[in-house]
């Protein structure tokens, strides 16, 4: 599949052509969605919204190769602003109660109890070390894509990432298997 070419076609109105994109790509797409909806209809709904908006503004994209960074930049974008109008309408006292609970268990994508842990010691850190994370680690995204996503500068990606896992290192006890100088040991 040629992006390249597709993104030219959809320019050109080829609705077929940005279908294929976005299909090309659906599960990835779904796995972003979900990682910030924490629910399957929310993240369709943010899925949905950006397929609308890459179709809306796709004559704004410079470099056709891009596309996918910058369809998941919306995607992202999109569920920002749905978690934000929803946590203005949550009542005081589910919100309290909701983020007591520990992740849900109903993403299919987590389908392994060792998957399940790591979502509870993600769900320890600050959003934004989470996030980075995420997107690093269980998306497989660039570092510089992440700061284009997040609109945050590069070092300061590297730095939540660093710092959120040097945290999931202590909590799970890391240190004991490296020496002073960083090096395993007793494995």
């Not at 052509?17 to 629910?39: C, F, G, K, P, V």
């Not at 609308?52 to 503004?57: G, N, P, S």
Request: glycine share 4%; aromatic share 6%.
């Amino acid at each position: 599949m040629n992006v390249s070419h597709l993104v030219k076609q959809a320019k050109r109105g080829n609705k077929e052509a940005l279908l294929q994109l976005i299909m090309a790509d659906q599960d990835a797409y779904y796995r972003l969605a979900y990682s910030y909806m924490s629910n399957e209809h929310d993240a369709m709904d943010a899925m949905e919204d950006m397929i609308v908006t890459v179709y809306e503004k796709i004559d704004q994209l410079q470099k056709g190769e891009a596309f996918y960074s910058w369809s998941k930049t919306i995607l992202v974008n999109r569920c920002k602003t749905l978690l934000r109008k929803k946590v203005r309408f949550v009542p005081l006292e589910e919100n309290r109660e909701s983020s007591l609970e520990v992740p849900s268990d109903d993403n299919p994508y987590l389908d392994t109890e060792s998957e399940m842990d790591m979502q509870v010691l993600l769900s320890h850190l600050n959003a934004q070390q989470r996030e980075a994370i995420e997107l690093r680690y269980v998306h497989d995204l660039p570092y510089q894509t992440i700061a284009d996503m997040t609109g945050a500068p590069l070092g300061t990606i590297k730095s939540r990432i660093s710092q959120g896992m040097l945290k999931l290192k202590a909590m799970i006890g890391g240190d004991r298997y490296e020496d002073d100088r960083g090096e395993i040991t007793g494995v």
